[in-house]
């Protein structure tokens, strides 16, 4: 066995090397990163900054091609993760359920998160529906509200967390973000004329990249504390 | 010389790159499936600094039109395309963990090295061999 895994190691080795030869000579041949001529700052991304912030309906650029560039990419990039659960939650599901205890905390650190939780979900919350003017947006606040839900599990085991609400429950929030971007995608539609389409009135976009923004993070969130739950063997949700 | 000056003009490139070739090595030399995951997110998280850093200008703003901000701004689109990224990375992972948890219920370890073996008695469906002894 110990031999075996020599060669192993030597295979594996002689494979990197020659993976990585191919792979500094291609990066050495880019243009020097921070350069303003490099093409990753051409043609497409030039435009998306030349006229992103009024085209697009939001100042955070990033926010503009996710909503609206491409916004096709993100409901693809949301089914994905509500998918993810989906397959998460049926693996576990069939396994059998230890639903193991928490590991007990010091009362300090379990009295200092039961008091920051409420913080951390105002956090989630600012940073969602900032993410058209600031840094943030709905995954990055879905992903504050997650790690709150399981900051929270860890402490008070996932049993409390998951038995706020009902597993149909969770199922539909988890469902969030997908259901918000197919009905902004059929909003669109109507309003515009393309599916995905956002209209070109200022406040109506703004207020319907925010609803966008609301359904991303929820889902999100849901989603990371349904996985959570999958992976620590919870029985409900 | 002139390579020298090249390769410090890239090395946030030639890190990602280095990085990404860890995370290759962990993956294919690690016979702890958790350690293989590990592996994997080490080199995901080599690609998406490698893809951030190309959309990165020297002495930049980061893309938001906003008083206060004035340009050149950092390139939008790799951020969005890393922000896809991370979600599918996060989705593999958790799954990829789950998967574990039923492998260690299933054969009571999570090293490769004995999984394998309990492979060649499948045939006796019963057999204590498949029960995994330290659950």
Same mark, same amino acid.
């Given at each position: 066995?110990?031999?075996? +895994?020599?060669?192993? +190691? ?118 969602? =529906?900032?993410?058209? =003017? ?33 597993? +149909?429950?969770?199922?539909?929030? +988890? ?63 | 010389?002139? #390579? ?15 990085? @990404? ?15 293989? #995951? ?11 600094? @490698? ?23 950092? &390139? ?14 996060? &989705? ?14 299933? @054969? ?28």
């Amino acid at each position: 066995m110990n031999a075996r +895994r020599r060669t192993a +190691r030597i295979l594996a080795f002689a494979l990197l090397a020659a993976l990585a030869g191919p792979l500094i000579h291609g990066v050495l041949q880019l243009p020097a990163p921070g350069s303003a001529d490099a093409p990753a700052h051409a043609n497409v991304s030039a435009n998306y900054v030349e006229r992103g912030a009024e085209s697009g309906g939001a100042e955070n650029l990033v926010t503009g091609v996710l909503l609206n560039f491409r916004a096709l990419d993100t409901f693809g990039e949301v089914i994905v993760i509500f998918t993810a659960w989906l397959a998460a939650a049926a693996v576990a599901g069939t396994g059998s359920r230890s639903g193991r205890r928490a590991i007990p905390v010091s009362p300090v650190v379990d009295y200092v998160i039961r008091a920051l939780g409420p913080f951390i979900a105002v956090f989630a919350f600012f940073v969602i =529906v900032n993410g058209h =003017v600031l840094p943030g947006g709905g995954f990055q606040g879905g992903v504050v509200l997650g790690a709150m839900l399981i900051l929270l599990s860890l402490v008070l085991g996932p049993a409390p967390v998951a038995g706020a609400f009902s597993a +149909r429950h969770w199922a539909w929030l +988890r469902a969030t973000g997908v259901l918000v971007f197919a009905a902004t995608a059929v909003i669109g539609l109507v309003l515009t004329g393309h599916l995905f389409g956002l209209p070109s009135e200022p406040g109506l976009r703004k207020s319907l990249m925010i609803v966008l923004e609301l359904g991303i993070g929820v889902g999100g969130g849901a989603v990371l504390a349904g996985l959570f739950f999958a992976i620590s063997g919870t029985d409900r949700a | 010389m002139n #390579v020298l000056a090249t390769a410090l003009g890239h090395v946030d490139y030639l890190v990602a790159v280095a990085l @990404f070739l860890i995370g290759a090595w962990i993956l294919v030399t690690s016979g702890n499936l958790v350690k293989k #995951v590990i592996g994997l997110n080490v080199m995901e998280t080599s690609v998406f600094a @490698f893809i951030v850093t190309t959309g990165m200008i020297d002495g930049g703003a980061p893309p938001l039109v906003v008083e206060g901000m004035e340009g050149p701004y950092a &390139s939008p689109l790799p951020h969005a395309l890393v922000l896809t990224g991370i979600v599918v990375a996060v &989705s593999i992972t958790s799954l990829a963990l789950v998967l574990i948890l039923r492998v260690k219920s299933q @054969f009571g370890t999570i090293e490769l090295d004995e999984i394998v073996p309990t492979d060649e008695v499948r045939g006796a469906e019963d057999s204590d061999a498949i029960g995994g002894n330290d659950d």
